[in-house]
């Protein structure tokens, strides 16, 4: 009995202690380190927890960003391919047509060069930012009547080097013709970055685009008969441009497409110099300002009430007279439309457009 006692209870009464203490122990620093392995655990899994929310924001943000964009899309880029799609028939004697980026395309020549391309079976493409420096409703209303023909207008600008590369992607656009600028020489004093950013780095970005197209378009641009400046050799040469109608300008643009050279980069590869020629547009007979006012008076049927200024130092030009003759000899450009028929007819579309209540002091 004594002897189970002894191997039951060992008689060394600090034994059992040590031994209980010890064992506290162990299952103290058990305890610690699995608390500490718990945290731990804890601690990886709210890092994850972390990192995977801000993925998934990112995720979102990018997602939201697509998705809000006026650009993008498989339903987008089959609108583009279809607007650019050529629609002459291939055996006829113009060709199969042309594939043509017009940018500016709500405006007023580019809305007019955007119809005429169509009207003959080009196929035509438009980029427009539809910025504020006139009334923006009208160039919308002229993307409704380009969108009525058939023509998609991209609202988006010039200087977005992502949507340029975007749709040539898209597109192996033939011909590009670039009409966006921001207009109005005076308003170049108050605010010449607007100038450079549409006019100078607008067409850089548009041209390094075209650049690293493949196959790379022909290129035509257009510029105010106000880069002659102060110039006072008349008429105005090509080498150093009076009121034109508008379908004189188009037939000038359209002829200027049609004749352009192919690329001579295509692929990395320079084979040639580009072909490079400048044109003048015009109506070869100057008009002064007064006379213009005399005919507007005329179809309106209205007296004009005359504020007669001097001429700004700076700004405008003092006239324009336009040599047309290598255009002439080159695109077989002769305008045909006269300043008092060209004048009536606006007369007719702005009426149609704006409304005229007879006996009003204000058109």
Not at 234 to 253: A, L, M, N, Q, W
């Amino acid at each position: 009995m004594r002897a189970l006692e002894d191997d039951l209870f060992p008689s060394t009464p600090g034994k059992v202690k040590i031994e209980r203490a010890g064992g506290t122990m162990n299952r103290q620093l058990h305890r610690c380190f699995a608390s500490t392995s718990t945290m731990f655990l804890w601690a990886l899994f709210l890092v994850a927890m972390t990192a995977s929310y801000l993925s998934f924001q990112s995720f979102v943000d990018t997602s939201s960003k697509y998705f809000a964009a006026s650009w993008g899309g498989l339903h987008w880029e089959r609108q583009i391919r279809a607007s650019a799609a050529p629609r002459r028939p291939p055996g006829s004697a113009a060709g199969a047509g042309m594939s043509v980026l017009v940018t500016g395309a709500s405006g007023f020549v580019g809305a007019h060069c955007s119809l005429a391309l169509r009207k003959r079976g080009d196929g035509v493409v438009g980029i427009d930012n539809f910025n504020a420096y006139y009334d923006p409703s009208l160039k919308k209303a002229r993307k409704a009547l380009l969108t009525s023909h058939g023509v998609f207008v991209v609202e988006g600008d010039i200087n977005d080097g992502r949507l340029l590369a975007k749709l040539f992607d898209v597109v192996p656009f033939t011909h590009v013709l670039h009409l966006a600028a921001q207009a109005g020489v005076r308003y170049a004093m108050e605010n010449p970055a607007s100038y450079v950013h549409s006019n100078v780095a607008g067409l850089v970005t548009l041209l390094e685009a075209c650049k690293n197209a493949d196959p790379q378009p022909a290129i035509v641009w257009a510029s105010s008969s106000s880069v002659y400046g102060l110039n006072d050799m008349v008429p105005f040469s090509e080498s150093h441009r009076d009121f034109t109608y508008i379908d004189d300008i188009v037939k000038g643009c359209l002829g200027s497409l049609d004749t352009a050279g192919r690329s001579t980069g295509t692929g990395g590869k320079k084979r040639g110099p580009a072909p490079y020629r400048i044109f003048n547009l015009g109506n070869t007979s100057p008009v002064t300002v007064p006379t213009l006012v005399a005919i507007l008076e005329k179809h309106l049927r209205v007296k004009a009430r005359k504020h007669v200024v001097e001429m700004p130092g700076n700004g405008d030009v003092p006239f324009t007279h336009a040599n047309i003759s290598l255009a002439r000899q080159q695109l077989g450009y002769k305008p045909a439309t006269n300043l008092d028929a060209g004048l009536k007819k606006f007369v007719k579309w702005y009426l149609s457009y704006y409304g005229y209540t007879r006996g009003s002091k204000n058109l």
